[in-house]
């Protein structure tokens, strides 16, 4: 018999966090899972921990394989599963025990809708709760700020608008615990790749958020633990490094994705992607200069040069307006109104099983 969802354990070297994630795991409320673990050579005990368990748990299937990395370890899980629904349980984060009732409900009430998502809870290597990165969250992340006072309600965000928010360089999905995807998705848009190191599920996302909707559940949480040994630890996040592997993803998604889009926004897009390149950009060399003489050397150039980048910036400094990504999601709405595509975001309700 066909499992309601399919959880996808990858595993190397977490071996101090497994009994907490496969405890949660087993306190589920919805109880119709499939466990597949995928252990790349761990050589902490961890491998030997999860063989253990999958002596006494008949749902579960466990092996191991090549060393592919994050998110490239995913993808042997994927590949796998039998569920409808495919949920991806990193092995060093947790969940509360109503989070795959209350996702699966939400995509049972919405067949439009290909992923379900919800809050994030980060915590830190000891499991305590960590405020200061859930009040950015809440407040100053992409999905926050593109969602505004729907934040705490249940909503559709219609494809492509959570896509194209991935245009200004940052990720709308923090973490991959907060996201239940319709298995029938990954046929559609391909699986996780290696390409581009740990912080590849950033192409991922953007590719999902293109050619899926989505349907938020702000009563339940996916967590997101934060440690040194971490796979996105030595991401080198904010190097030149990163910058040209998020140009690269942005350009991939969009071409994997092209047939995805309405003919009317794709017809529209290839501008649109040379803005926000240009943005993007400016946005990156004015941070890495920390002279302000050299700063407005470079704002300078970058006028003389015709930046849009660069009036918008100094129209931003006078006028003392938001910055260009605080305001992002609203002129991505303007695009998506613009094409004829309608409101990115419509509030919903969802009923939860007894």
């Given at each position: 018999?066909?499992?309601?969802?399919?959880?996808?354990?990858?595993?190397?070297?977490?071996?101090?966090?497994?009994?907490?994630?496969?405890?949660?795991?087993?306190?589920?409320?919805?109880?119709?899972?499939?466990?597949?673990?995928?252990?790349?050579?761990?050589?902490?005990?961890?491998?030997?921990?999860?063989?253990?368990?999958?002596?006494?748990?008949?749902?579960?299937?466990?092996?191991?394989?090549?060393?592919?990395?994050?998110?490239?370890?995913?993808?042997?899980?994927?590949?796998?599963?039998?569920?409808?629904?495919?949920?991806?349980?990193?092995?060093?984060?947790?969940?509360?025990?109503?989070?795959?009732?209350?996702?699966?409900?939400?995509?049972?009430?919405?067949?439009?809708?290909?992923?379900?998502?919800?809050?994030?809870?980060?915590?830190?290597?000891?499991?305590?709760?960590?405020?200061?990165?859930?009040?950015?969250?809440?407040?100053?992340?992409?999905?926050?700020?593109?969602?505004?006072?729907?934040?705490?309600?249940?909503?559709?965000?219609?494809?492509?608008?959570?896509?194209?928010?991935?245009?200004?360089?940052?990720?709308?999905?923090?973490?991959?615990?907060?996201?239940?995807?319709?298995?029938?998705?990954?046929?559609?848009?391909?699986?996780?790749?290696s390409t581009w190191g740990s912080v590849g599920d950033f192409?991922?996302?953007?590719?999902?958020?293109?050619?899926?909707?989505?349907?938020?559940?702000?009563?339940?949480?996916?967590?997101?633990?934060?440690?040194?040994?971490?796979?996105?630890?030595?991401?080198?996040?904010?190097?030149?490094?990163?910058?040209?592997?998020?140009?690269?993803?942005?350009?991939?998604?969009?071409?994997?994705?092209?047939?995805?889009?309405?003919?009317?926004?794709?017809?529209?897009?290839?501008?649109?992607?040379?803005?926000?390149?240009?943005?993007?950009?400016?946005?990156?060399?004015?941070?890495?200069?920390?002279?302000?003489?050299?700063?407005?050397?470079?704002?300078?150039?970058?006028?003389?040069?015709?930046?849009?980048?660069?009036?918008?910036?100094?129209?931003?400094?006078?006028?003392?307006?938001?910055?260009?990504?605080?305001?992002?999601?609203?002129?991505?709405?303007?695009?998506?109104?613009?094409?004829?595509?309608?409101?990115?975001?419509?509030?919903?309700?969802?009923?939860?099983?007894?």
């Amino acid at each position: 018999m066909t499992p309601k969802v399919s959880i996808c354990v990858p595993n190397l070297n977490t071996r101090p966090f497994l009994p907490e994630r496969f405890q949660t795991i087993q306190a589920q409320s919805l109880n119709d899972w499939e466990l597949l673990v995928y252990d790349s050579h761990s050589t902490d005990g961890a491998w030997e921990y999860i063989s253990e368990l999958a002596t006494g748990e008949p749902r579960m299937r466990a092996w191991q394989g090549p060393r592919e990395g994050t998110p490239g370890s995913w993808s042997p899980c994927v590949a796998q599963a039998r569920g409808e629904y495919v949920y991806i349980a990193t092995s060093d984060d947790t969940m509360p025990p109503d989070c795959l009732e209350k996702l699966a409900a939400a995509l049972d009430a919405h067949p439009d809708c290909d992923v379900a998502h919800c809050r994030l809870m980060p915590i830190d290597g000891h499991g305590n709760e960590m405020p200061s990165v859930s009040e950015w969250w809440s407040t100053q992340s992409v999905f926050a700020l593109s969602s505004g006072p729907l934040l705490d309600r249940s909503h559709i965000r219609r494809a492509p608008f959570d896509g194209l928010l991935h245009l200004s360089g940052r990720s709308v999905y923090i973490s991959i615990t907060q996201l239940l995807i319709r298995r029938s998705l990954f046929d559609r848009i391909g699986l996780f790749e290696s390409t581009w190191g740990s912080v590849g599920d950033f192409n991922w996302s953007m590719r999902a958020g293109l050619a899926a909707s989505t349907v938020h559940v702000p009563d339940t949480w996916g967590g997101w633990r934060l440690h040194g040994a971490q796979a996105t630890a030595g991401a080198g996040l904010g190097s030149p490094e990163h910058a040209k592997k998020i140009d690269a993803m942005i350009e991939n998604a969009i071409e994997k994705c092209s047939g995805f889009l309405p003919p009317s926004l794709q017809s529209r897009l290839e501008s649109k992607c040379g803005e926000c390149h240009d943005l993007r950009t400016f946005e990156r060399e004015i941070v890495r200069r920390s002279n302000p003489l050299e700063r407005r050397a470079y704002v300078l150039r970058r006028i003389l040069s015709g930046s849009v980048a660069a009036k918008q910036h100094v129209q931003e400094r006078l006028l003392a307006e938001p910055r260009w990504l605080d305001q992002f999601s609203d002129r991505v709405q303007r695009w998506l109104q613009d094409a004829g595509v309608g409101p990115a975001l419509r509030p919903t309700s969802i009923v939860h099983p007894l």
